[in-house]
C-alpha cells in the first residue's frame, strides 16, 4: 500500500501536506493532490456558482484532498477542500457544483470568518491560529497562506469543521440559490445529500466526515426538497461543465484505479479527447510508454490548443526517464499557460533532470512566485539552488518547504542556516526571520 500511494503521489503531482486531522484518527495526515488539469476543471466547475455567491473564482482556490471517504470542508475563506473520494462517487457536474455551492454559501454568509475572529478568545481550537501564522509567514504572503499548515487535536478539527444545524439550513438556502441564478440545476443538490441519507442512524466513526461536519436530518432533507421545488429554476444542458466533470473525474479515476479498469470504461467519456487522456494514463502506469505516448498524442490533436493534455504528456516523458523530451512537451504546455505554476513546476523539475540548473533555477522561482505553498516546487528550488552553488538560498527554500508541512524543528534547523549566510536584511533574510519567528513561537506553544 505504502509503495503504490507513493506511486500515486508521483503520478498526480502531489506537493503539499496539511498536517491536518481531517477525520477522526489522531495525527492523521491529509494530502493534497495537485494537478493542473484538475484544478483547471474545478475552477471551471465553480467559477459561475462562486460568482453568483458574491466570491471572486480567483481568489477562492478549490483543492482535492486524497481521500476516499466522502467529504467536503472549509477551514477558512480562500479555500474549498473536495475528498478525491467525493469527486468519485459523485455522477454529474451539477451534483458538484451543488457541493461548491454549499460550502460557497459556507464562505459568503460568514460561518467561517466568525470562528476565526472568535478562536482567540474561545481557546476551543488551540493551535490553529498558529499554525495559520507558521503558513503565512513561511509565504511572506499574511492572509493568502491561511489555511495550508494546521495542526489539531483531532476534537478540536471536529469542532472547528462541523457546522450547526442552523448554518447548514442557513447555507442549503444560499446554494440552491447560488445554483439558480447560475443556470444550474438544483436537484443535484438533492441528489447529493441522497448520498448520506440514513447515516444520522449509524455510529459516529461509522459515518463519511461529510455526516459529522454537515449534520443531516429528514427535517433538514425535506426542506432542502422544498427549495428546489419551489425554485423557479430555467436550467439548460452545460455542454462545458459536463466537460470538465468528466475529465476531471476520468484524469482522477485514471491514476486512482487499476489501469485495467480504466482501459474498459475509456470508452464510456464524453469526448474522444478525455477517452485517449484515461487510456495514455493508464498505460503509462503499466510501464508502456509506446502505447502512452500514441494516447496522449492523439488527445493532444483533437485539443491542440491545450496546455493540460502537454502537461500530462510532458509528466509521461519526465517519469520515464526522457527528460530532454519532457523539456520540449512542457516548454510549449507553459507557452499556452505561462501563469500556471504547476506547470512551470514541471518544466524546471524536467530542466534539472536535463543538467539545466540555471533554466530550471529561473523557471522554478517563476513558479514558486506565484505558487508559494508547492512543497514539490520548493524542493526542487532547493535543488536548483545548490546545483548552482547558492548554498544558502538552498536553506532558505528548504526551511520554507518544512514551515508550509508543518515541520517547524526542522524549518528552524535551515532558516537559521540560511540567516547566517544571507545578507543581512536582504528579501531573502527577511524570508528566512519569518520562518524562525514562526517556528519559535509554535515551539514555546
Keep these: 500500500m505504502y509503495h503504490a500511494t507513493l506511486h500515486l503521489f508521483r503520478a498526480i503531482g502531489l506537493v503539499l501536506c496539511l498536517t491536518a486531522l481531517i477525520a477522526a484518527a489522531p ?24 460568482r453568483a455567491a458574491g466570491l471572486s473564482p480567483n481568489q477562492v482556490r478549490i483543492l482535492l484532498i486524497d481521500d476516499s471517504t466522502l467529504n467536503a470542508f472549509i477551514i477558512d475563506t480562500q479555500h474549498i477542500f473536495i475528498h478525491s473520494g467525493l469527486v468519485t462517487k459523485l455522477e454529474t457536474a451539477a451534483q458538484l457544483q451543488a457541493v461548491i455551492a454549499h460550502e460557497a454559501a459556507h464562505i459568503a454568509n460568514g460561518h467561517i470568518s466568525r470562528r476565526l475572529g472568535n478562536m482567540q478568545s474561545a481557546r476551543t481550537t488551540a493551535g490553529l491560529g498558529m499554525a495559520l501564522a507558521v503558513a503565512a509567514a513561511a509565504s511572506g504572503a499574511g492572509r493568502a497562506a491561511v489555511g495550508l499548515g494546521i495542526g489539531l487535536q483531532s476534537s478540536n478539527l471536529r469542532s472547528f469543521l462541523a457546522h450547526t444545524r442552523a448554518e447548514e439550513a442557513s447555507a442549503d438556502i444560499s446554494s440552491i440559490r447560488y445554483l439558480v441564478s447560475a443556470g444550474i440545476d438544483p436537484q443535484g443538490a438533492i441528489e447529493v445529500q441522497e448520498l448520506f441519507r440514513g447515516q444520522e442512524a449509524l455510529a459516529e466513526t461509522r459515518q463519511d466526515p461529510y455526516m459529522r461536519s454537515h449534520p443531516l436530518s429528514r427535517d433538514r432533507l425535506r426542506a432542502l426538497q422544498g427549495l428546489v421545488a419551489g425554485a423557479s429554476a430555467r436550467t439548460a444542458p452545460d455542454p462545458t461543465g459536463d466537460y470538465w466533470f468528466d475529465r476531471a473525474k476520468g484524469k482522477l479515476t485514471a491514476f486512482t484505479r487499476a489501469p485495467s479498469w480504466t482501459l474498459r470504461r475509456a470508452d464510456d467519456s464524453l469526448s474522444p479527447d478525455i477517452a485517449e487522456m484515461r487510456r495514455a494514463v493508464a498505460y503509462h502506469r503499466q510501464s508502456d510508454l509506446g502505447r502512452a505516448i500514441r494516447h496522449i498524442d492523439a488527445a493532444i490533436t483533437a485539443r491542440p ?19 530532454s523530451d519532457a523539456v520540449q512537451v512542457y516548454s510549449a504546455a507553459a507557452r499556452l499557460a505561462p501563469r500556471e505554476p504547476l506547470i512551470l513546476g514541471g518544466l524546471g523539475r524536467a530542466q534539472l533532470a536535463d543538467g539545466k540548473p540555471q533554466d530550471a533555477l529561473r523557471t522554478l522561482e517563476a513558479a514558486r512566485g506565484r505558487d508559494f505553498s508547492d512543497t514539490r516546487i520548493l524542493r526542487d528550488l532547493a535543488t ?4 548552482t552553488g547558492q548554498n544558502a538560498m538552498a536553506s532558505l527554500a528548504t526551511a520554507e518547504r518544512y514551515a508550509v508541512q508543518g515541520q517547524l524543528k526542522d524549518a528552524a534547523i535551515h532558516a537559521t542556516r540560511a540567516e547566517g549566510a544571507l545578507p543581512r536584511g536582504s528579501g531573502p533574510w527577511q524570508r528566512a526571520q519569518d520562518v524562525l519567528s514562526a517556528a519559535q513561537r509554535a515551539l514555546q506553544r
Design 27 to 50: 495525527a492523521r495526515a491529509a494530502t493534497l493532490l495537485r494537478d493542473a488539469d484538475i484544478e483547471h476543471a474545478l475552477k471551471e466547475l465553480g467559477a459561475p456558482v462562486l
Design 384 to 387: 536548483a539552488y545548490a546545483k
Design 305 to 323: 490548443n491545450d496546455p493540460y493534455l502537454r502537461d500530462l504528456k510532458g509528466q509521461i516523458l519526465l517519469e520515464s526517464r526522457r527528460a
